[in-house]
């Protein structure tokens, strides 16, 4: 399995341009997650998916920010407009809910909004 | 806010030599787990305590739990030099299907 599969790897772009990150969760899991990762921060839950569906979107910083999840194989994650405070390094990570428990990451978008 | 907190949040010891790490959190928990992230890359999982297990091992790692007093630690015994990364501790209150929650991380350096 290829694992979590995450483009771009990196996305440098201008202040009030639209972004979108990709994600393709491992195949057979069930759940899918987007996170935040910044020095100041750490690891922020944005929001999770089960089954396509979300189920909590509560980390989801403000209205620019936005995910979806139209198939099991795919996500995205879109902010619009993007600020220079939205730079970070985004993760897209799943599980299955019939696993374990842990959750497998993919490798990372990081953003820079200039 | 963070539902773990990693103690220390860096630590620099010589390769050969045991690192330990702390984790505090702060509500019940159905499982905690840790993570490793090396520069640059996403995070690994390492191992998976359950509520209800007191240690666990997995090769060079051994994770304790003590739920009475809401911590873990994490313990590295040989080191080796690309044992170098950051470590995570996360708690999962609802089975794995709800994400984790995780801490800031220690930052641990292996000197050659």
């Known amino acids: 399995d290829a694992g979590v599969i995450q483009s771009p790897r990196h996305e440098v772009t201008e202040m009030g341009q639209e972004v979108t990150l990709r994600c393709k969760p491992i195949?057979?899991?069930?759940?899918l997650f987007w996170y935040r990762q910044t020095m100041m921060r750490g690891l922020e839950l944005l929001i999770y998916?089960?089954?396509?569906?979300?189920?909590?979107d509560s980390g989801m910083p403000e209205d620019r920010f936005s995910a979806k999840m139209p198939n099991a194989s795919f996500s995205t994650l879109k902010i619009q407009p993007s600020e220079p405070r939205d730079s970070a390094v985004y993760f897209c990570?799943?599980?299955?809910?019939?696993?374990?428990?842990?959750?497998?990451f993919g490798a990372g978008s990081r953003l820079t909004v200039l | 806010s963070q539902q773990g907190e990693e103690d220390p949040q860096a630590l620099s010891i010589q390769e050969g030599e045991n690192a330990t790490m702390n984790c505090s959190y702060k509500?019940?928990?159905?499982?905690l787990q840790w993570y490793r992230q090396n520069s640059g890359r996403g995070l690994v999982h390492l191992i998976l305590?359950?509520?209800?297990?007191r240690e666990k091992h997995s090769g060079r790692l051994r994770v304790t739990l003590d739920t009475s007093k809401k911590s873990s630690s994490l313990l590295i015994t040989a080191s080796r030099a690309a044992d170098t990364a950051s470590y995570f501790c996360?708690?999962?209150?609802?089975?794995?299907?709800?994400?984790?929650?995780f801490g800031k991380g220690t930052h641990l350096i292996i000197q050659p």
């Open positions: 305590i359950r509520s209800n297990e």
């Open positions: 509500t019940s928990i159905n499982n």
């Open positions: 998916f089960n089954n396509n569906v979300p189920i909590d």
């Open positions: 990570a799943s599980s299955s809910v019939t696993g374990r428990g842990e959750i497998q």
């Open positions: 195949s057979g899991h069930n759940s």
């Open positions: 996360a708690t999962d209150a609802g089975g794995g299907a709800d994400g984790l929650t």
